[in-house]
């Protein structure tokens, strides 16, 4: 199908689906589901644990080794001093080498855990992209209408980034920490109980900074990751209509409501950022009282004999081994805090509800003949508001069928719902007999060919742009529409021809020859039934008239529906359908309607007496 549609949402809508200031809603609830989703990823993840833990025990039993070497030493210098010995040198020797290999096995260990690590995380992130493009495609058109696409851009791209990263960098910091606290307490114990016990005084201290600065800061986190989504979405828009900004000096306006959102941004993030960096201070300040506590404790056991000079050189690097894994603990709680805020507007949109699913045993598109029926159809775009109130019409199959109306009428609104962008609120759209909705949805859609007025061309070439209408076409069918649609005469004039790239906006061609091109691109998707919205709009009158001719040979012996508010350019059509406040008011031909002297002729005739007064 040839599809020329632009989904954006409209200027000026409010935020996503999570209001300003609005706080996590559910924690554990959305840290549970981060943990389901990576179910799919855990044997890397068990291999990484493992190897967390293992280089962990490693490098827990190195200060224990290290005070051997140092008591060792202590006693030989001792046994000189005395005349009764020397150092023995072989001992320490071995023992040093011992601490290596376990240093050397941990640092492997450590190497083979961030690769594992590093893999898992780039496979969730794909994962998740994955996921979250495929929702896209599953998405009513309707959420594009209230959510700005920076809202949408900004999970893709910031939120799922910001859960990659801190899960690869703090998974197996968890384990590691927990390991390292579990495994430094079972060697201080083994060293002295009651040094161990001083040491474990710092806990209560630790655990309640750790408990308020949390609870603080975690509103601020969610607020940045929401801010930075709607200055996302600001931007995205602003640069998108930077032509039209310009051209009404909106430019202060945009710039105003972008100092806003970042002075949002700004705040949060500072206050998020500065809450969370309170946790390293004060966790060093407790720890470093303990340790002081601790050292005088080990002087005055070593002055009675009851501890040796390795064992308290050990117990000390514990201490500092015991008190970091708490403070390194309470720092990942504060990244935990914007990761579950990132994933839980990732997932909030994996929730979205989706377009009804396409019926079992869907109907072939073979039996679609071109004949439409318009069936008492009921539509509102919000429950509370209907704008299509009662539509009905019949349509033979290779009717010339034009909609025409004032602006508001609800032209647009019935192909909208024809190619079942939007369902009906009440009766039905039948397609040779049978309703719109036993079709699947990319079966309906390929028999229809689609012009509207708003162009949409992607960054390529002009001739991979025409492609799209049909993937497999030939350069030579591609060249045949081109002609068809009076292209081929200005796609030659181009340095590079059909070779010609198109920039993001495609702002390097006239919006004529933009409109040219989505025409040659519905030509060669040959479709069953032709939509064209104001197809020739931005043309001049002389390329109208030679288009005009292109699509007379294009809508013969095919269902056409031409929506139109020139008057002159659908004086042949089959029949006319004029429409008022969502209604039909009139059918006919267009002799017939002017006949009638009703609201199809005071239109007609209100546009010549616009020209005359012209």
Not at 146 to 171: A, C, F, K, M, Y
Not at 373 to 389: D, L, N, Q, R, S
């Amino acid at each position: 199908m040839a599809q020329n549609q632009q989904r954006r949402g409209p200027a000026g809508h409010g935020p996503g689906p999570m209001a300003a200031g609005e706080k996590a809603k559910d924690f554990k609830g959305t840290m549970k589901k981060l943990l389901g989703y990576m179910k799919r990823f855990l044997p890397g993840i068990v291999l990484v644990l493992l190897c967390a833990a293992a280089s962990t025990i490693f490098s827990i039993f190195g200060p224990k080794v290290l005070g051997q070497a140092t008591t060792k030493l202590f006693e030989g210098l001792i046994a000189m001093l005395t005349g009764t010995g020397s150092i023995d040198f072989n001992a320490i020797g071995q023992i040093l080498l011992m601490l290596g290999g376990l240093y050397l096995l941990s640092a492997l260990l450590s190497y083979v855990q961030g690769w594992v690590m590093s893999g898992v995380a780039t496979k969730l992130s794909y994962s998740m992209r994955t996921d979250i493009s495929r929702k896209l495609d599953k998405l009513p058109l309707s959420y594009f209408d209230r959510v700005p696409h920076g809202e949408v851009l900004s999970r893709i791209t910031n939120d799922v980034d910001t859960i990659t990263q801190t899960l690869n960098q703090s998974l197996s910091q968890i384990v590691s920490n927990v390991t390292m606290m579990i495994g430094v307490l079972c060697m201080m114990l083994s060293i002295s109980l009651s040094m161990t016990l001083v040491a474990i005084c710092v806990l209560p201290f630790s655990i309640i900074i750790v408990g308020v600065v949390v609870k603080k800061s975690q509103p601020f986190f969610r607020k940045q990751q929401e801010y930075l989504g709607h200055v996302n979405g600001h931007v995205e828009e602003m640069y998108g209509g930077h032509v039209v900004v310009t051209a009404f000096n909106g430019q202060d306006g945009s710039i105003e409501e972008f100092n806003k959102l970042n002075d949002d941004l700004y705040h949060a993030a500072w206050k998020s950022q500065f809450l969370g960096g309170m946790m390293m201070p004060l966790m060093n300040f407790v720890s470093n009282l303990g340790y002081v506590a601790i050292c005088i404790l080990g002087g005055f056991l070593s002055l009675n004999g009851a501890i040796t000079v390795g064992d308290i050189q050990a117990f000390t690097q514990y201490v500092r081994q015991f008190t970091q894994p708490i403070t390194q603990i309470a720092n990942i709680s504060n990244v935990l805090q914007q990761t579950a805020a990132a994933a839980e507007r990732v997932f909030a949109f994996l929730e979205e509800k989706e377009e009804t699913p396409d019926p079992e045993n869907a109907l072939s598109p073979d039996l679609i003949d071109g004949s439409v029926a318009f069936a008492h159809v009921h539509f509102g775009y919000v429950p509370e508001k209907t704008i299509i109130h009662d539509f009905s019409a019949m349509i033979e199959p290779g009717t010339k069928v034009a909609i025409v109306g004032p602006t508001g009428a609800g032209k647009t609104t019935m192909v909208k719902l024809l190619m079942r962008f939007y369902d009906v609120s009440g009766g039905a759209i039948l397609l040779s007999g049978y309703d719109v909705r036993q079709f699947a949805r990319g079966d309906l859609r390929d028999s229809f060919g689609m012009v509207l007025q708003d162009t949409w061309l992607y960054n390529g070439t002009i001739r991979e742009n025409i492609r799209f209408g049909r993937l497999d076409a030939t350069d030579e069918e591609v060249l045949a529409a081109a002609k068809a649609a009076q292209v081929d005469h200005f796609v030659r004039t181009l340095p590079q021809g059909y070779d010609t790239v198109l920039n993001e906006e495609a702002s390097n061609i006239s919006q004529g020859q933009k409109q040219l091109l989505t025409i040659a691109r519905t030509i060669l998707s040959n479709p069953k039934l032709l939509i064209l919205d104001e197809a020739t709009s931005s043309v001049d009158t002389r390329t109208e008239v030679a288009i005009q001719k292109a699509m007379d040979e294009l809508t013969k012996g095919r269902t056409s529906f031409i929506i139109a508010h020139r008057l002159s350019t659908i004086r042949d059509a089959d029949m006319i359908l004029v429409m008022k406040d969502g209604d039909i008011v009139e059918t006919g031909t267009h002799k017939e309607l002017l006949a009638k002297d009703g609201f199809y002729a005071s239109l007609y005739m209100s546009q010549f007496a616009d020209v005359n007064e012209e």
